[in-house]
């Protein structure tokens, strides 16, 4: 019987890791958020991928030492380069993407919903409290899960 890949949900730091790996090997790709990943912070993705996995680890399933500032380093690089809603949109786009590919079950679901959570809070306090998920072309910050994720060649 041939399974889909996703045919089972977050159950571990392992499947976190493979999870983490896939995300960013497709968010350091993307044309809209690959450069805050690659030019701005120059992300050292070994270095980085511990940290996020305990950030991740202690989110879904509380097990994991992550006492980091997830803000600092996202208000730096909005200092470089200021961060749309639609720069947020694409990296929850792209965060969906990834666990809907590689997983199912309420901790993937809770990993999306959380992901969009931290994007808006994120967009929120770095453009102001009453900042407008509207984004310059009228596209904003929309359900990115109701989207279809193309390759664009």
């Known amino acids: ?41 120059g992300t050292d993705l070994e270095a980085h991928l511990p940290r996020i996995a305990d950030f991740w680890e202690r989110a879904l399933f509380r097990s994991a030492d992550y006492t980091g500032n997830a803000f600092a380093p996202h208000a730096a690089l909005n200092t470089a380069r200021a961060m749309t809603a639609e720069d947020f949109g694409r990296w929850v786009q792209l965060w969906r993407a990834t666990i809907d590919g590689l997983h199912q079950g309420p901790r993937a679901e809770q990993a999306k919903a959380h992901g969009e959570r931290i994007a808006l809070a994120l967009h929120a306090r770095l453009a102001g409290r009453d900042a407008s998920m509207q984004g310059g072309d009228g596209g904003g910050f929309i359900p990115l899960a109701a989207l279809e994720l193309r390759t664009v060649a």
């Not at 159950?11 to 044309?31: C, S, T, V």
């Open 1 to 41: 019987m041939n399974q889909s890949a996703a045919d089972h949900d977050i159950a571990g730091r392992a499947d976190l890791l493979a999870l983490l790996r896939r995300f960013y090997a497709a968010a350091f790709a993307d044309r809209r958020i690959g450069p805050f990943f690659t030019e701005i912070a």
